[in-house]
Structures are given as C-alpha cells and as structure tokens.
T-cell receptor
Framework: AQSVTQLDSQVPVFEEAPVELRCNYSSSVSVYLFWYVQYPNQGLQLLLKYLSGSTLVKGINGFEAEFNKSQTSFHVRKPSVHISDTAEYFCAVSLNFGNEKLTFGTGTRLTIIP | DTGVSQNPRHKITKRGQNVTFRCDPISEHNRLYWYRQTLGQGPEFLTYFQNEAQLEKSRLLSDRFSAERPKGSFSTLEIQRTEQGDSAMYLC???????????????FGEGSRLTVL
C-alpha cells in the first residue's frame, strides 16, 4: 500500500521569503503525485500534479514542485510568498491514472507573517 | 456558483441518530467521490461513483454508511446509528472520467461537518 508523509505540520514564513513544503511517499509501484491547497473556508483545490515526463512541474499561484524518484519525494516550493498563500497544503498520491482513490498526507499549514 | 455543492454545511446530532448529507457535483461531471477528514488528518477515501454505479468502497465505510447516486446526478451519504467516532468533515468531489494525458482533476466541495454528541 502507498503512504504519504508530510513531516512539517506547520510552516511559518515571512512575506516575500521563499518556502518549501516537503512531501515523501512510499510505494512499491509507480505513482501519480499531487499537491492540493485548502484556503480558509474553501474546498480543496489542485495546486499542481506530476503524471509523467518532466520532473519539474509548475502549478497555480507561482508554485512549482520537483519529482525525485530516487528520494521518493515531491517537495513544492515558491520563491516569494504572499499573504494570500496562507492555507493548508496537502500532498497526495494515486496508483491510478484516473486518481480515483487519492491517499493524502496529514497536511502542512503555511502561515505567512507580514 | 457552478462548483460542487454540499448540504448541510454543519450537522450536530446525538449518538444513535441517522444523518444524511447531500452532494451536488459539477453538472457535466460523471464521477463523484466521498472522502472523510478528521481533525489533524488528511482526507481519507470512502467511495466513488461513475454515473450511478458505485465502483469502489473503502473498508472505512462500515455497514452503517451507505452512499447512493440515483440517476447519476447528486449523491447522498447516509450514516445510521451515528457514533462519536463519526465526527468529521465529509468531503465530496467530482470529476470527468480521465482521458490521457489528463487525469480528470478532482473538484472538491467545502464539506459537511458532522458533530456527534
């Protein structure tokens, strides 16, 4: 079975500073990888995804992530954060191309300090 | 608003009572998913439908839980004889069937929060 680990439950960052949110996964087979973001009082929204091909993927709002198969990681980063990036971020994996059954991590709460 | 809609947004009930949640997906989406999220955890998959067919159910979905999607449009999730451990946020999502190279992005509703006293 696959699993996802988000080691940082909370990450405080000053506004305009860079940020990296970490995600490691465990699976014996190939997986599809996702980051979802949940802004306050809103539903989960897809931030970015890795399906195949280039290991560097770009998402919404200036976020990008790099798939590292040897380290089984899919960390997401942004070079300069804004107050509006305050949210909970979830990493997820799927064994299925159609991502019918996502396995989520426990989430990382990103807090931007003005 | 043409997103995924869930009702009610909040439900407080006493242990042993039955509750029902409704999800209205994005109209053209043929797939519908239910997830459960407890405090401090990520969402956990419960079940999903393609049109009216329930294609997969998690072992988390005990006999007290039943989900339906009549006519392949809205869906209901019923919990019978609620227990305090059922307290959680119940999330609904919808998508189109995947077609390479796109996976069929999931669109989530805001969730229905259940509190069992």
């Amino acid at each position: 079975a696959q699993s996802v680990t988000q080691l940082d439950s909370q990450v405080p960052v000053f506004e305009e500073a860079p940020v990296e949110l970490r995600c490691n996964y465990s699976s014996s087979v190939s997986v599809y990888l996702f980051w979802y973001v949940q802004y306050p009082n809103q539903g989960l929204q897809l931030l970015l995804k890795y399906l195949s091909g280039s290991t560097l993927v770009k998402g919404i709002n200036g976020f990008e992530a790099e798939f590292n198969k040897s380290q089984t990681s899919f960390h997401v980063r942004k070079p300069s954060v804004h107050i509006s990036d305050t949210a909970e971020y979830f990493c997820a994996v799927s064994l299925n191309f159609g991502n019918e059954k996502l396995t989520f991590g426990t989430g990382t709460r990103l807090t931007i300090i003005p | 608003d043409t997103g995924v809609s869930q009702n009610p947004r909040h439900k407080i009930t006493k242990r042993g009572q039955n509750v029902t949640f409704r999800c209205d997906p994005i109209s053209e989406h043929n797939r519908l998913y239910w997830y459960r999220q407890t405090l401090g955890q990520g969402p956990e998959f419960l079940t999903y439908f393609q049109n009216e067919a329930q294609l997969e159910k998690s072992r988390l979905l005990s006999d007290r839980f039943s989900a339906e999607r009549p006519k392949g449009s809205f869906s209901t999730l019923e919990i019978q004889r609620t227990e305090q451990g059922d307290s959680a946020m119940y999330l609904c999502a919808s998508s189109l069937s995947p077609r390479r190279p796109n996976t069929g992005e999931l669109f989530f509703g805001e969730g229905s929060r259940l509190t069992v006293l």
